[in-house]
């Protein structure tokens, strides 16, 4: 399978919030994503790079959200 | 592997504009992808959705910079 886990960097950390994510889908100022189970998730961020082969996902707080 | 296809969604139909894509980083109005191989592209584009298990990656042209 081909899933990623999905990491949100948050304070300078990287915590994993997701693991065999399938589907990620922008949504306004939230990322929708569900893993392969069916299991679903809004994470309050934008996407900062994502890479298949490592299977790593890498979000980020929006910036303009904490001012 | 666990790359996958980026296609462009334009007009209302949807383009093939990589394959065996690895690497995804929005830039800015743009998302820089690199495939297994090295080659690098940036599309003036926005994530529409992506499927990991389906190896698939939609782009679809911002709106606000076509009016």
Known sequence: MCEANAY???GGKE???MESVDVIRPEGTS???QDIF???LWVKARIKEMNLVQHRIVFE??????G
Chains 1, 2 share one sequence.
Do not use: A
């Open 31 to 33: 990322i929708y994503i």
């Open 8 to 10: 949100l960097v948050k």
């Open 61 to 66: 707080e929006d910036q303009c959200l904490e």
């Open 38 to 40: 069916g299991e679903q």
């Open 15 to 17: 915590e994993l919030v």
